[in-house]
């Protein structure tokens, strides 16, 4: 063989007249001897052929000269591999945060969010990871995972600070480096079972949205390569991910807590019979996806038994959360006035100052109504605050409209309404209503107005039906009516007296008794 001097630094062994399989190495003896043959004499166009010799890596270019024989360059290809295969593992690890971040964040279920982070790390980034979330008083939620396995839940009773870098990471310091971390120090609850021992560990805080969502832990066998300072960088990058998705899982939990306590406050009560008087209510948001708006009703039982119950029912303008919160309001402040109830005006005067001295900038309309027992009639006392007068169901199917009106609450410095009283016999019911129900707009055209007249007619025919039965067939009749059509809040409620049976007097000697 004959070599140039580039080519002997290359290949100390070369000299002139040596055989090129004791001095090449074996890919590039290989490739000579498959293009030395005569049905090779062709260079294969495949591309250049690409080896190793010492550390470095090289590009084989073969020529055939005029004589038969093959000469090669060789050309140091190195750097260039080492670029390649340096962006092909950014394009992958780039892919990896990608997915990461879709996987994550397509949930807001904290628990589900510290699977998806303890089973990718396990997959990409470790033989084994821990997500642990913050602690509960001496209590380390963790969920484990083994690379191929499923993650598994449990609650470890430790102390993060016997393991070096997790009380850090749990309070959101920055990480310690991994070849500070002895891996043998680490407790038996970190290393999962089976694992065998392990040959290094990265500790690495979970960042939240200005709180520390938890720690990630990720440990490799003896056997396994320990963590590069480069992958410890990339664990970092990873967790910062994971932490942004399980801080705004806790944040929705956390929400959803104060939501659901807040919507139960909110919501109107469940009605039933008080003091032997008949109370049913139904209510319907403007939306189907939302459970409070801006009608609202209440029954507040008399302080003494005997003494007459205050029904209140009313509608905010607006719809909404917005608008529950200032049902909220009214509610509260009605609730505080209770012993002022025999004094509808004095309570709506009272309402309307609140109202206006608030920051809120909505009004409401009112209808009060005081419901007592006497012998097998109910005694009513109404008053509207500028809300749609209540009617009045007789047993023989007439519709009263009772004789009450007033103005808005919430608008004018000066309010004034006027009180009508009534009686029911039995079977006969007073029904309170907002005007989503009479403004709601379907029908054959779908665009008619369900009407006063129709909610007449409507409750005409429910005449000696209990108080249950009415507000179910109204509430059916308007959701017939609208059909698929957008509607205001509707709430209605009914006050019925329910029908007795005399009990004769006993010996004849009492005036006997009624019973509903």
């Not at 260039?80 to 962006?87: C, G, I, S």
């Not at 009914?494 to 009624?514: E, K, M, Q, Y």
């Amino acid at each position: 063989m004959r070599c140039n001097d580039a080519a002997r630094l290359l290949l100390p062994a070369a000299v002139s007249g040596a055989l090129l399989a004791d001095v090449a190495p074996a890919w590039l003896c290989l490739a000579h001897d498959q293009l030395s043959l005569p049905a090779q004499r062709a260079v294969p166009d495949e591309g250049p052929l690409r080896g190793v010799i010492g550390w470095r890596r090289f590009e084989a270019h073969p020529i055939v000269l005029k004589d038969g024989s093959v000469a090669w360059w060789l050309v140091d290809d190195t750097d260039h591999q080492l670029v390649r295969e340096a962006l092909r593992m950014e394009r992958e690890r780039t892919a990896f945060l990608a997915k990461a971040s879709n996987v994550l964040l397509s949930s807001l279920n904290l628990e589900r969010c510290m699977d998806v982070t303890a089973r990718m790390a396990a997959e990409s980034l470790a033989d084994a990871a821990l997500a642990i979330a913050p602690a509960r008083g001496p209590r380390l939620p963790v969920v484990t995972c083994l690379r191929g396995g499923a993650p598994a839940l449990s609650t470890v009773t430790a102390n993060p600070e016997d393991v070096p870098g997790l009380g850090e990471a749990l309070r959101g310091y920055p990480p310690v480096p991994s070849r500070w971390i002895d891996p043998t120090t680490a407790p038996e609850w970190m290393v999962p079972e089976g694992f065998g021992p392990a040959g290094s560990i990265v500790v690495t805080p979970l960042p939240g949205h200005g709180v520390p969502a938890g720690a990630l832990i990720l440990l490799r066998r003896a056997k396994s390569a320990a963590f590069s300072a480069e992958e410890e960088v990339f664990a970092r990058l990873f967790a910062a991910r994971a932490g942004a998705a399980m801080s705004a899982a806790r944040l929705y939990a956390e929400q959803t807590a104060i939501s659901g306590i807040l919507m139960r406050e909110l919501l109107p009560p469940a009605l039933h019979q008080i003091s032997g008087v008949d109370f049913a209510g139904g209510y319907r948001p403007s939306a189907d996806h939302e459970r409070i708006g801006g009608d609202f009703y209440d029954v507040h039982p008399a302080a003494v038994e005997g003494e007459a119950s205050l029904v209140s029912l009313g509608d905010v303008c607006g719809k909404g959360l917005e608008a529950a919160v200032l049902t909220g309001k009214i509610r509260n402040t009605l609730h505080a006035l209770l012993p002022l109830a025999d004094d509808h005006q004095r309570m709506l005067s009272l309402l309307n100052t609140a109202l206006l001295s608030s920051h809120h900038t909505r009004f409401a309309t009112l209808v009060l109504a005081s419901a007592m027992r006497r012998g097998n009639m109910v005694d009513l006392r109404l008053t509207s605050g500028g809300h749609p007068s209540p009617l009045i169901v007789r047993e023989d199917g007439t519709v009263e409209e009772a004789a009450t009106h007033g103005t808005l609450i919430g608008a004018i410095p000066n309010v004034f309404s006027s009180t009508t009283a009534a009686s029911l016999g039995p079977g006969e019911s007073c029904v309170l209503y907002t005007d989503g129900i009479t403004e709601a707009r379907g029908g054959p055209m779908g665009d008619d107005l369900f009407g006063e007249d129709r909610l007449k007619r409507v409750l005409s025919g429910c005449a000696g039906m209990p108080a249950e039965g009415i507000v179910e067939h109204v509430q059916m009749t308007a959701a017939e009516w609208l059909g698929n059509s957008p509607h205001d809040d509707m709430a209605v409620v009914v006050i019925s007296a329910p029908r007795t049976h005399h009990l004769s007097a006993v010996n004849g000697h009492t005036r006997g008794r009624f019973t509903a």
